[in-house]
């Protein structure tokens, strides 16, 4: 096991009267990481493989090649910062090569003067700071014009798609680069946007490095550990947590999902088919939406289109939905709990007729957008990324022996989920809801 404590092991300090000198003890894939020329370095480890230690050596050496000025530093939770990135970063940064001090109170590391001479040589005219930050408060990604940036335990669904663009446009400006470590814990954005692009280009993409290894690569993680998890756990954990393998997790909701089947190129919508489809889920900060339309010949549902915003009026979040859609075009909307009336009456004034879905239950709704993926009826252009991301990141919580609970993981995350849920229920289940009556087409 490496740790922050361990840290003297993967490198040593030469000091002379004026300069430090870094020898670093990597294993054969943290090399390969270090050698990389790649714009996007994506390294999957097993638990323990030493993917998180290693970070502040690239990261060092970055600023390095690239010179002063900004840096990104992002963990998907506070605490995960807490716990792990940052005591290894100040380790390195702070302890053993005293390049700078930590802002506490604005998680931003700043290279003194002595700092800027032992890196750069000489004193700096621009300052050069680290900004640290967590991919669940989009603020604290918004704040730097960076030159590169690390994503540390990226794979874990906390690490929202939106919070990795949000880094992009941070370093559009330098086209910096980003090193992303972690797991494979998931089916998502992760693996569709990388592991898949350079698999595709037979393992030798122009922009893209993968660097998988398992957890026996780090020469001080037990070989007899390895060995008893293999023989304890269920195959699908013990190939994502030990040998860093993209698998199904047990629990993923919509387990028939498959993107060969389920995903297609984004076509032109024929005139004939007049019908739209729109499932919404309401929040002050997260109102989400799904467009569906319908072939009428094969009957086929189509996820065209997706939104979710916050900061509107019901009025623009309306105007906004309502223009993803044609005027001319007949509009059946569904979305909501059956305690949200007022967010249905609010959204009819100004111009969207929302319905309550025909069922409450959240599992008969599942149920219902389930059978549309496992008859191939529901299908999703690539073009709606965050609604691929979250199909495939929607899983259930994991019980001690691995096996799926009832209990939705992070549930409330779920916003176009919840969206396709709604209008789910209506399109795939028959017309006749739980509150009494027959609904309306």
Not at 227 to 250: C, G, H, V
Not at 367 to 393: A, H, M, P, W
Request: aromatic share 12%.
């Amino acid at each position: 096991m490496i740790s922050a404590d361990d840290l003297p092991k993967l490198c040593e300090v030469e000091e002379t009267a004026d300069r430090k000198t870094i020898r670093w003890n990597l294993h054969e894939y943290q090399r390969q990481m270090m050698r990389s020329e790649k714009r996007y370095i994506l390294v999957l480890a097993g638990t323990q493989g030493g993917k998180t230690s290693v970070v502040p050596a690239w990261l060092w050496r970055e600023i390095k090649l690239r010179g002063p000025g900004d840096y990104l530093f992002v963990t998907p939770t506070y605490k995960l910062l807490q716990l792990k990135a940052l005591p290894e970063f100040l380790k390195l940064f702070e302890r053993t090569l005293g390049l700078g001090t930590l802002n506490k109170s604005e998680k931003v590391f700043e290279f003194s003067e002595i700092g800027e001479v032992l890196m750069f040589g000489e004193k700096q005219n621009q300052p050069t700071k680290v900004f640290f930050g967590h991919a669940q408060d989009p603020d604290s990604l918004e704040s730097a014009t960076a030159k590169a940036a690390v994503l540390d335990e990226c794979g874990q669904k906390k690490f929202k798609l939106a919070s990795f663009e949000a880094i992009m446009r941070r370093l559009s400006i330098h086209r910096g680069r980003i090193l992303m470590t972690t797991t494979p814990y998931y089916l998502g954005w992760l693996k569709k946007n990388f592991w898949d692009p350079w698999t595709s280009a037979g393992r030798n993409h122009p922009e893209i490095d993968v660097i998988r290894f398992p957890s026996t690569a780090n020469p001080w993680f037990s070989k007899e550990e390895f060995e008893s998890a293999k023989a304890m756990l269920p195959k699908w954990k013990f190939d994502m947590f030990y040998r860093a393998i993209f698998t199904r997790p047990a629990g993923m909701i919509y387990d028939c999902f498959d993107e060969d089947i389920h995903v297609v190129k984004p076509f032109k919508i024929p005139p004939s088919w007049q019908r739209r489809f729109i499932g919404n889920d309401f929040g002050g900060v997260n109102t989400a939406a799904v467009v569906l339309v319908q072939d009428p010949i094969t009957e086929k549902y189509f996820i065209v289109d997706e939104y979710h915003a916050g900061g509107k009026s019901i009025d623009q979040h309306a105007r906004d939905i309502k223009n993803k859609t044609p005027n001319s075009f007949q509009i059946t909307a569904y979305g909501g709990a059956p305690s949200e009336d007022q967010w249905r009456t609010e959204f009819r004034k100004h111009g969207l007729d929302i319905r309550r879905p025909p069922v409450a239950d959240v599992e008969v709704g599942i149920n219902r957008v389930y059978s549309g993926f496992k008859q191939e009826k529901l299908l999703i252009f690539d073009s709606c990324k965050f609604t691929l991301d979250e199909v495939q990141s929607y899983t259930r919580e994991i019980d001690d022996l691995g096996n799926p609970t009832e209990k939705i993981e992070d549930k409330e995350t779920f916003h176009l989920c919840d969206s396709l849920r709604y209008i789910g229920s209506h399109l795939f289940g028959g017309r006749t809801g739980e509150w009494g009556g027959v609904l309306g087409a």
